[in-house]
């Protein structure tokens, strides 16, 4: 029987494999590629490092559920991103009595798309950092989420359209109206 390295397999073909055996084996080679990261996503949301590894072990509980879900139409590192993010977001709405969430946007970069864009980000990075973390708070989470998939993970409209699942044009209104909704809680902050 011929043996496969597993570990160059690429993400996609290891999903599959995945699948195709229930093999929580190969699951941890998926686990071993991504832990940190979804940790990474955890711990913005949650501020707290018990609760990012909590929120870390559950999405991969549900991940390994859900991967038979993973239909290959976008690259698997933003099918867990945006499953990631749809679970945190999840918890912080179930949440939101009991935990205040607390976000760090990184202002160092504006890519410009275009002109409206480029006023709309060029007002929104001009806000002071921690006023920005409290007017984030007043807005709900599916915006946030938008907001820091484009601005601090620097995903493209594309990504975020595929991760989503949703059109680009979509995408785009609703970042506008996120990036519309953030300014105007901060301005009455």
């Not at 190969?26 to 990012?52: I, M, P, Q, T, W």
């Not at 969430?101 to 007002?123: L, R, Y």
Request: charged share 35%; net charge neutral.
């Amino acid at each position: 029987m011929e043996s496969i390295d597993v570990t160059k397999l690429n993400d996609e073909d290891l999903v599959r494999k995945i699948v195709e055996k229930n093999d929580t084996h190969l699951f941890a080679v998926l686990y071993d590629r991504y832990a940190s990261v979804v940790y990474n996503k955890c711990y913005g949301f949650s501020k707290n490092k018990e609760e990012a590894q909590d929120l870390t072990h559950d999405i991969f509980i549900h991940l390994f559920i859900k991967l038979r879900t993973f239909k290959g139409r976008s690259k698997f590192s933003t099918w867990l991103y945006s499953f990631t993010y749809n679970f945190c977001v999840n918890y912080v709405q179930r949440d939101k009595e009991k935990k205040k969430e607390k976000v760090t946007v990184v202002t160092d970069e504006i890519k410009e798309e275009s002109s409206i864009d480029a006023i709309n980000d060029a007002t929104l990075f001009e806000l002071k950092s921690d006023k920005l973390v409290k007017a984030l708070e007043m807005i709900s989470p599916v915006e946030k989420m938008i907001l820091l998939m484009k601005y601090q993970d620097d995903m493209s409209v594309k990504d975020i359209s595929e991760g989503l699942e949703l059109g680009e044009s979509a995408v785009k209104m609703r970042l506008k109206r996120a990036k519309e909704k953030v300014i105007k809680a901060y301005n009455e902050l």
